[in-house]
């Protein structure tokens, strides 16, 4: 089974600072996916980064960056230069490679940034 | 080129109603998963399909129902609705499948069905 564990309900940051967003995860699974999605208030899930757990190098997308750091199995979400529009739910997911290949979220943490 | 798309938009069903929710893939994804959103929860994992066949199940009782179609639209079918179904429905396709980890699913605005 997977899990996944995210322990900041919500999270204030500054416009213009950076800001980590935490995950840790369980999985027996020897190899596996790690995702951010973040949901706005409309509700659409919006995939951001993927991180695969034999990448050796941490996983950037723009602005956003993944620390993975696999031997703490934690998958942490590194905004940088927040931005107004940024404010929402995030979504730290992750899925394996036995059985199917669906994702397991956590349970999120709203982000709010402050002008 | 047209995202994934579902309908209807909202719904509001009353206890014991049966409800159906469709969904269309990006156009060449043969993948559809579906996902049950309760209010202040991360999404749970309800159906898998690929290539029409059922590839997984969640934890949900048998009044949760899917199908795909060969044209790759799915529809989730909920019977006997209970208070407790109240969610955001979400749908998400993908491209692959087979021995890949990586397997991005890109979602649906979503179903937010409301049972009285």
């Known amino acids: 089974a997977q899990k996944i564990t995210q322990t900041q309900p919500g999270m204030f940051v500054q416009e213009k600072e950076a800001v980590t967003l935490d995950c840790t995860y369980d999985t027996s699974d020897p190899s596996y996916g790690l995702f951010w999605y973040k949901q706005p208030s409309s509700g659409e899930m919006i995939f951001l980064i993927y991180q695969g757990s034999y990448d050796q190098q941490n996983a950037t997308e723009g602005r956003y960056s993944l620390n993975f750091q696999k031997a703490r199995k934690s998958a942490n979400l590194v905004i940088s230069a927040s931005q107004l529009g940024d404010s929402a739910m995030y979504f730290c997911?992750?899925?394996?490679?036995?059985?199917?290949?669906?994702?397991?979220f956590g349970s999120g943490t709203r982000l709010q940034v402050q002008p | 080129d047209a995202g994934v798309t579902q309908s209807p938009t909202h719904l509001i069903k009353t206890r014991g109603q049966q409800v159906t929710l469709r969904c269309s893939p990006i156009s060449g994804h043969k993948s559809v998963s579906w996902y049950q959103q309760v209010l202040g929860q991360g999404p749970q994992f309800i159906f898998q399909?690929?290539?029409?066949?059922?590839?997984g199940r969640g934890n949900f009782p048998d009044r949760f129902s899917a199908r795909q179609f060969p044209n790759y639209s799915s529809e989730l079918n909920v019977n006997a609705l209970l208070l407790g179904d109240s969610a955001l429905y979400l749908c998400?396709?993908?491209?692959?499948?087979?021995?890949?980890?990586?397997?991005?699913?890109?979602f649906g605005p979503g179903t937010r069905l409301t049972v009285l």
């Open positions: 997911a992750m899925n394996g490679d036995t059985g199917r290949r669906a994702l397991t």
């Open positions: 998400a396709s993908s491209l692959a499948w087979g021995d890949r980890v990586y397997n991005e699913q890109f």
């Open positions: 399909y690929y290539e029409k066949e059922e590839r």
